[in-house]
């Protein structure tokens, strides 16, 4: 009897246990190597973002007021009575500093609203009065 629990109670470790045991061993070591790399990868674009960030915000106002102009533009292609476009267009042309292109739709302003006073004095100081 003692021979069988001795069969019993050493159990010998068989080539697929083995096998097994490796192959957590290897998905456990690539598991850790990935997310490492993927951390390290992050912070390393995160902090080149960062760098590359600053010079184009100089830049961004100008394009940024271009693309507004462009887009009042086309809205009032469409609908040339539309009072938030025509005060947008006049507002991104003297953010612009472009007072003479901020006439056109100030007038159309006044007109569209002439009880509105603060039209006149912007359309009064595009003018130069």
């Known amino acids: ?8 109670s050493v159990r010998p470790v068989h080539r697929s246990d083995r096998i097994k045991q490796i ?5 456990m070591v690539s598991f850790g190597g990935s997310a490492i790399f993927g951390i390290v990868t992050l912070f390393s674009s995160g902090l080149s ?35 938030t476009a025509l005060e947008g267009l006049a507002n991104v042309r003297l953010q612009m500093n472009n007072k003479l292109g901020a006439i056109e739709p100030l007038q159309k302003l006044v007109k569209l ?17």
């Open 49 to 83: 973002s960062q760098h590359q960030q600053k010079p184009a915000a100089a830049v961004s106002q100008e394009s940024l007021l271009a693309a507004q102009e462009r887009g009042y533009q086309t809205v009032l292609q469409r609908e040339p009575q539309n009072q």
């Open 23 to 27: 192959f957590a061993l290897v998905s």
């Open 113 to 129: 609203n002439p009880d509105r006073v603060d039209y006149k004095a912007l359309l009064g100081q595009a003018k130069g009065k």
């Open 1 to 8: 009897m003692e021979s069988t629990q001795k069969k019993f």
